[in-house]
């Protein structure tokens, strides 16, 4: 029997041990699996409690069972599932059991969501959605996941894809119209317009949605700056731990240091890193280096100093916030007179304090949600999303243009559009694109 129809099984609840472990089967064989292990098949989506019994009758568990015929079920294949104790040793003696019979095999990482998007129960846009579901962290990356999830950008790109074969039906009519000469305007003219229309509707998307892909991994945030001016203080601060050693000792922090935040809903990794000085020791040079670069490759670079007219030492691409820290010394001796007035992107704090503090958070917030795009979010929620539907837009774009030295190239263009929109839900893609998309889910998913 080819893999694909083998029957899977997977254990898709958390880590054992937990009170309950949650074990699915889909594919052909897990009715016969579901019957030769509970004893008889259950009705039809009610839940059933059975003491499950391996092919020598010996008890696996006293367990609560599911049935699920297809196509009505998570994969539109007949779904087994099995609620058992979530034990290390029930789970062997179940997967023992279950490896048993003929043709069931452990399924490959997302291969249950993979099977649901061949049977047509998701568009590919979807399944990511699952996917990312099940990796959201934080509050946002839910929503975003959720709207993924029930089709939001799948549903449009549907509509236009319908939209554009409409377009290029009438474009092709005119053609067909038309053996010598010229396609009537009466044809191309409505074909035009749904197209600009379309295209309008693309190129917002793309535009108004600042970088949502980009949620998923979320915002890197680098704290820079010479030695002893308080980092890895403030890298505690805003962690609300103590994740970094402080001390008086110039030369403290070597590694990058990284903690996952969660800033209002926004996954934000801030990384504190070595004071850059030249220096003779090797160990403190690698620590420069590696402080260097991360900082180049961060979203945003907060760089601290202790003094008013600190010169900033950073290469780099990203945004550069000047945060003055020790603000509570300034107040106690030096008149602050001498400090550069804080403007946009400046900051005064004092870490060990926690003055000032909040309002940076404040501002980190505002940053992400620039970054992100907005409050509500974006439909777009990867990179191969925004290529396509940049594709899409590009392909329109020039169907507009050439229409004049040809109709035909017009309709070609359009073809393109469509198709790119149909690799978005995954209806024209070829096996390896697929395999490599799935191959990041998570094993019983
Ligand atoms: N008065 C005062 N002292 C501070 C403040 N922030 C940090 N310090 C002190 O400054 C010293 C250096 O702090 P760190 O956080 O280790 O500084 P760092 O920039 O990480 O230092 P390196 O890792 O060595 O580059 C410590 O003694 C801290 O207690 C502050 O806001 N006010
Ligand atoms: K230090
Ligand atoms: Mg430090």
Redesign the pocket.
């Known amino acids: 029997m080819h893999p694909r129809d083998q029957t899977i099984f997977a254990l898709s609840s958390g880590r054992p041990p937990s009170a309950i472990a949650l074990v699915r089967v889909s594919g052909s064989r897990a009715g016969r699996v579901m019957a030769g292990l509970a004893g008889k098949l259950p009705s039809p989506r009610m839940a059933t409690r059975a003491l499950l019994r391996d092919i020598g009758q010996r008890p696996i568990d006293d367990a609560v069972v599911l049935w699920f015929p297809g196509p009505a079920s998570a994969t539109g294949e007949d779904v087994a599932e099995f609620h058992v104790h979530g034990g290390r040793a029930v789970l062997a003696a179940l997967f023992a059991a279950l490896s048993g019979f003929e043709d069931v095999r452990p399924a490959e990482p997302g291969e249950f969501t993979r099977r649901a998007f061949e049977n047509g129960k998701l568009d590919l846009t979807e399944a990511e959605g699952l996917d990312d579901l099940i990796h959201a962290d934080t509050d946002r990356q839910r929503r975003q996941a959720l709207r993924q999830l029930k089709g939001l950008l799948g549903d449009r790109a549907r509509d236009w894809r319908a939209r554009i074969i409409e377009a290029s039906a009438l474009i092709e009519a005119g053609i067909d119209f038309s053996d010598e000469g010229d396609v009537p305007a009466e044809l191309i003219a409505p074909a035009l317009a749904k197209v600009r229309a379309l295209l309008a509707e693309i190129e917002e998307v793309l535009a108004g949605q600042g970088r949502s892909e980009r949620l998923r991994d979320g915002l890197v945030v680098a704290i820079a700056g010479p030695?002893?001016v308080?980092?890895?203080?403030l890298?505690n601060q805003l962690a609300r731990r103590e994740v970094?050693?402080?001390?008086p000792h110039a030369g403290?922090?070597r590694d990058v240091?990284e903690v996952q935040l969660d800033l209002d809903g926004y996954p934000v990794t801030v990384i504190?890193?070595?004071?850059i000085r030249a220096t003779d020791d090797p160990v403190e040079q690698e620590g420069v280096r590696r402080a260097r670069a991360r900082a180049a490759d961060a979203d945003l670079v907060l760089w601290l100093s202790d003094s008013p007219r600190e010169a900033i030492d950073h290469d780099g691409v990203a945004p550069i916030w000047k945060v003055r820290n020790k603000i509570d010394l300034q107040e106690a001796g030096r008149p602050l007179a001498e400090a550069e007035p804080p403007g946009p992107g400046s900051f005064e704090i004092s870490a060990s304090r926690g003055d000032g503090v909040p309002e940076l958070i404040a501002a980190l917030v505002g940053f992400a949600q620039g970054y992100f795009g907005g409050t509500d979010g974006g439909l777009i929620s990867r990179t191969r999303q925004r290529k396509l539907l940049q594709e899409t837009a590009t392909s329109l774009r020039r169907s507009v243009a050439v229409v004049g030295q040809g109709e035909e190239l017009a309709a070609e263009e359009l073809r393109l559009a469509a198709h790119s929109l149909g690799r978005l839900l995954g209806r024209v893609d070829v096996e390896d694109i697929l395999d490599a998309i799935f191959r990041e889910f998570c094993v019983g998913k």
């Open positions: 030695p002893n308080g980092k890895s203080t890298m970094a050693i402080v001390s403290t922090t240091i504190d890193t070595a004071g």
